[in-house]
Nanobody, 116 residues
């Protein structure tokens, strides 16, 4: 079955950096686009970044452009989110997701807290 497991979330000071990882299994990873979403307390879940395969085309929310970078390693079945210049408003649970054969799958998320 499809499984997505996020890791790398932490408490970080404003201006700091984190790299999130999402390990995927149960499907042919290299054939599917992968997306990071986030959800802050009291807010709706929002798209952060997407990466396609095999072209590696990327797309970002305006709020993270120039600060976050999504990438993937198809040999490791893993997608990453490099987050730089973090701001308190980046505080959220971050989820990776993909759609396989018409069904959307989500990981359980990883908490990112940006605070001094």
């Amino acid at each position: 079955q499809v499984q997505l497991v996020e890791s790398g979330g932490d408490l970080v000071q404003p201006g700091g950096s984190l790299r999130l990882s999402c390990a995927a299994s149960g499907f042919t990873f290299r054939n599917y686009a992968m997306t990071w979403y986030r959800q802050a307390p009291g807010k709706e879940r929002e798209l952060v970044a997407t990466i396609t395969s095999p072209s590696g085309y990327t797309n970002y929310a305006d709020s993270v452009k120039g600060r976050f970078t999504i990438s993937r390693d198809n040999a490791k079945n893993t997608v990453y989110l490099q987050m730089n210049s973090l701001k308190p408003e980046d505080t959220a649970v971050y989820y990776c997701t993909t759609m396989v054969q018409g069904t959307r799958y989500w990981g359980r998320g990883t908490q990112v807290t940006v605070s001094s």
